[in-house]
C-alpha cells in the first residue's frame, strides 16, 4: 500500500484539525548547550518552514526547576547514567534548560519564527520530583500537562511533530498522542536523536509499532 493514500499527506499541517507541535527547540539542546544534540541547530530554519505551511502550531518548551530529579547533579551520579525512581527508570542528565536562564530559550530562529505563531506553548518538566519527556504526560504516566484537553477542544485530530530530541521528548510526545486518541506524525528530517545506548533505533521501532506515520518534510518515506 502506498504510504500516501491522499495527495493531503503531503501537505501535512495545512488541514484546519492539523497541527505542528514543535518540541523543545531550545539552545540547550544545540552544539555549545548544556546537553547539546548531534546537529540540533541545523533543524532549526525547517522547524519555521514547517510552522509557516502550518494551520496551528503548539510548542513545548523543557523548563526545569534549578534542581530537578533527572539532573545527575542532584544524585552525584555521572550525567548519561541511569537510576530507578519512585515512578521508574530515569536516566540522569547534565543540569539543563532552567527556567529563565539563556540554555532554557528558544533558538534564536525559533523566537524569530515559529514562536511568533505557536497558539500554546506547554512547558513540562517544572515538577522538581518527577522529569517530563511528553508533552502530554510526566514521567510518571499519570501528571497530564494539559495539552490535550487543549487539543480537544480545539478541534485538533493529527498531531505532527518534530524539534528535539527524537528519541526521548519527540519519541514519547508522538506516543502519548496516540495513546489520547490523536493521529500522529513524526517529520525524521526535523528531528535530531541524542542516541545513547541505541536509544534512536528503539525510538523509531517503538513509534512504528504503535502506528505513528514516519515521514519527511517533503512528504516521502522516511528511508530508515
Ligand atoms: C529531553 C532529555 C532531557 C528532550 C529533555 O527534549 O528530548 N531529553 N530533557
Ligand atoms: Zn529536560
Redesign the pocket.
Known amino acids: 500500500m502506498p504510504l500516501f493514500e491522499k495527495a493531503a499527506d503531503r501537505e501535512l499541517g495545512a488541514r484546519e484539525t492539523d497541527v505542528l507541535v514543535l518540541?523543545?527547540p531550545?539552545n540547550d539542546?544545540c552544539p555549545g548547550g548544556a546537553?547539546a544534540?548531534p546537529g540540533g541547530d541545523e533543524i532549526m530554519p525547517l522547524l519555521n518552514a514547517l510552522a509557516e505551511r502550518s494551520r496551528h502550531v503548539a510548542l513545548?518548551q523543557?523548563w526545569?526547576p534549578p534542581s530537578q530529579v533527572?539532573f545527575a547533579s542532584a544524585h552525584g551520579q555521572a550525567p548519561f547514567s541511569t537510576k530507578i525512581l519512585s515512578y521508574g527508570e530515569q536516566?540522569l542528565?547534565p543540569d539543563?534548560?532552567i527556567q529563565g536562564t539563556a540554555g532554557a530559550d528558544f533558538h534564536p530562529d525559533i523566537e524569530q519564527g515559529a514562536a511568533k505563531k505557536a497558539e500554546v506553548i506547554v512547558r513540562k518538566?517544572h515538577n522538581p520530583a518527577v522529569?517530563?519527556?511528553s508533552a502530554f504526560y510526566e514521567n510518571d504516566h499519570k501528571t497530564s500537562t494539559g495539552l490535550a484537553g487543549w487539543l480537544r477542544e480545539r478541534g485538533l485530530k493529527r498531531c505532527i511533530f518534530a524539534?528535539?530530541?527524537?528519541?526521548?521528548?519527540?519519541?514519547?510526545s508522538a506516543e502519548d498522542a496516540v495513546a489520547e486518541g490523536f493521529e500522529a506524525v513524526v517529520v525524521i528530517d526535523a528531528t535530531r536523536a541524542?542516541d545513547m545506548a541505541g536509544s534512536g533505533a528503539e525510538a523509531l521501532k517503538s513509534l512504528r509499532a504503535r502506528g505513528v506515520l514516519l515521514i519527511n518534510s517533503d512528504g516521502s518515506e522516511a528511508n530508515l
Not at 524539534?163 to 514519547?172: E, K, Q
Request: hydrophobic share 40%.
Open positions: 518540541i523543545d531550545q539542546f546537553l544534540v513545548s523543557d526545569h533527572s536516566v542528565w539543563h534548560r518538566g522529569d517530563s519527556y524539534g528535539l530530541a527524537l528519541d526521548f521528548c519527540v519519541r514519547y541524542i
